[in-house]
């Protein structure tokens, strides 16, 4: 059974720096694609930052992060990490992970729990 936990949300000033993390747990053979989406309240979920890793590496950032926030992976741990930079109110949300994982059986579409950003002086 594979599992994605996020960690590292939080209440932070506007300005600040926020970094926060999603495990990936299981019988895994490869990930092929992590991303972050969020929703803030009363607002549809949204692609915030993706790295796709089968075959060459890419990245996606939404417009409204891109110079702020940052995507990375650590393949050894099958950990993505999003570090959010200057942060503003309107970065408030709930923020989802999601991978595209292969394991023995299938390539599958797993979402973590949701870890909560609160951007607030």
């Known amino acids: 059974q594979v599992q994605l936990v996020e960690s590292g949300g939080g209440l932070v000033q506007p300005g600040g720096s926020l970094r926060i993390s999603c495990t990936a747990a299981g019988s895994i053979d490869r990930i092929n694609s992590m991303a972050w989406y969020r929703q803030g309240p009363g607002k549809e979920r949204e692609l915030v930052a993706a790295?796709?890793?089968?075959?060459?590496?890419?990245?996606t950032y939404t417009g409204s992060v891109k110079g702020r926030f940052t995507m990375s992976i650590d393949n050894a741990k099958k950990t993505a990490y999003l570090q959010m930079n200057t942060l503003k109110p309107e970065d408030t949300a709930a923020y989802y992970c999601?991978?595209?994982?292969?394991?023995?059986?299938?390539?599958?579409?797993?979402w973590g729990q949701g870890t909560q950003v609160t951007v607030s002086s």
């Open positions: 790295i796709t890793t089968e075959g060459s590496i890419s990245y």
């Open positions: 999601t991978a595209r994982i292969v394991t023995y059986r299938s390539v599958a579409d797993y």
